[in-house]
Structure formats: C-alpha cells, structure tokens
C-alpha cells in the first residue's frame, strides 16, 4: 500500500490519501497466449475459395466469438480493477466544486466592482473632455473615445495633449467643412437652385467638383425654361398638325368653341399668342 498527503494551503494540515496499485494476478496467460497463437499460424494467411463460402462463414464467426469473449473478459477485469479510482475522483470533484463554486462568485464580485469604477471613471472622462472641448466649441463626440482612457493607472497629462490634439484636428476640420458649405450655398443661390443635395456631398466629392457640378446644373436648368418659353414649331394645315422644322404629320387638329371678353388690347396679345402657337383662327358669323 502507498500513500500520499497533501493539503489546501500552508496553513492546512496533512490529509493522507491511502491507496493500492492495481494488482492484476492472470496465472493462465501463457495457456491462453498459447491457444491464441495456435490460432493465428492455422488461419494467418488464409485464402477464402467459392467452393467452401459456407466453410469460410463458420470459421470467421467462431474466431469473431473468440475475440468477443476476449473482450468481455478484458473489459470485466478493467471496470474492477477501476472501480476504487472512479469513487474517489468522485470524492474529490465534489471537493474541488464546492471551493470553485464560492471562488467564481468572489471572482465575479471583483469583475463587477471593476466594471463599477470603470464606469463611474468613463462619466468623469466624459465630463473632463466635454470641459476641454467648451473654447473649441466642440464636445466629447465630435473626437474618437480611446476606451485605454479609462484605465486606472493613466497619465492623464499625456491623455490631454493628445485630447487637445484631436480637438484641434476636429475643430479645424470643421471650419473647413463650414466654409466649404459656405461657397456651395453661394454658388447655389447665384444658379437660383437649392443647396442642400449638393452640402450632401462634401465628404464624397471635392469642393471644385460640387461647384462645377452646381454650375452646368444651373446650366442646364437655364436652358430647359429658355426652351420650355420657346413658341411651339407647328402650324396648321388642313386637318393636320405639322412640325415646321422637321415637315412632319404630328397630329390631328381639334376645333374648340370658345367665348373670350376682354379689352382690344388683351386680344390682340391673346391673337398674338394663339399664332405664335401655330393655332388656326376663324371668325364665326354671330
């Protein structure tokens, strides 16, 4: 029998754990290894024929049951032999639960208090950057929070040069973006067209880009009311509409009754209009 001792801390005494190597006593090996090794050297080699199928089929079950057996009988011994080793990992599992158990709850109280000061030293960050950022005009979300901030042990004197840098970059880029808004609001209300889809590509497009975009948009809107006031390039003729430039049928024409008062001068622009539209006029007895 052997033994060993030990113990939960210094201040914990010896607890000794006796125990008995396996010991396994099979006197009968060297028959039974002499059976099986007949057993090979008769079959080791063995040629399966057409002619003795059914033979062949005997011989491979019986050595099957004889391997089976061998197995039954290794794994009854093997379970036994165990059987004290199983009861006392059992015992001692159930020992090494309960001091884990109370360890993990202990472990998860410090997590929490962490978290807790973590927490409570972000807001105070929150507020320090926010009272940084007031002469800038800025606050805490116009910058990128480093989470490193909130550790414990920082050297805040380094923390706020660098805070002071990226408020400077962020103040800067934001008087830029506001002078850029600045000339596209400009150049948008001398092309009398509204702004805001082209502040919307700022940060897509440069700002030459936007106010050439601007230009031959005003551009284009210019043309298309010039041509929309353009008189219409048709005249009648017959029943047919036809397109004085290019000569071609493009329609129908339609007789509408109508009964306009006005003055002389209100018809005589009234005329004017209707034949620069390309309309047919008849007078009509009364």
């Known amino acids: 029998m052997k033994e060993i001792s030990t113990k939960l801390d210094e201040t914990s005494p010896d607890y000794k754990v006796k125990f008995t190597p396996a010991s396994i006593e099979f006197d009968d090996y060297g028959k039974l290894k002499e059976e099986t090794d007949e057993i090979y050297k008769r079959y080791n080699g063995y040629v399966v024929v057409p002619e003795n199928l059914k033979g062949d089929r005997a011989i491979a079950a019986d050595l099957n049951k004889k ?3 061998l197995k039954a009988a290794k794994s009854t011994v093997r379970k036994q032999a165990l059987k004290p080793l199983d009861e006392f990992n059992e015992q001692m599992d159930a020992l090494i639960d309960e ?24 807001e105070a960050n929150i507020k320090h950057i926010d009272k940084m950022a007031e002469k800038f005009g800025l606050t805490h979300e116009d910058i990128a929070y480093d989470a490193k901030w909130d550790n414990k042990s920082n050297n805040w004197k380094k923390i706020e040069e660098n805070i002071n840098q990226l408020l400077e970059k962020a103040a800067q880029e934001r008087d830029f973006k506001n002078e850029k808004i600045t000339l596209i609001t400009e150049a948008a209300e001398k092309e009398q067209i509204l702004p805001d889809s082209y502040i919307n590509l700022i940060d897509d497009l440069t700002i030459s880009e936007i106010l050439a975009r601007i230009k031959n948009d005003g551009k284009r809107q210019r043309e298309l009311s010039l041509k929309k006031d353009e008189p219409i390039k048709q005249q009648v003729k017959g029943n047919s509409v036809i397109d004085t430039t290019t000569g071609e049928v493009v329609g129908e024409t ?13 018809m005589k622009k009234l005329v004017e209009f209707i034949k620069s539209q390309g309309l047919k006029v008849e007078p009509i007895e009364r």
């Open 99 to 122: 001091i884990t158990d109370v360890s993990g709850q202990i472990h998860q109280g410090l997590k929490d208090y962490r978290e807790q000061g973590i927490k409570l030293r972000h």
């Open 67 to 69: 391997a089976k057996a």
């Open 254 to 266: 339609k007789v509408a009754y109508l009964k306009i008062t006005g003055s002389d001068e209100q």
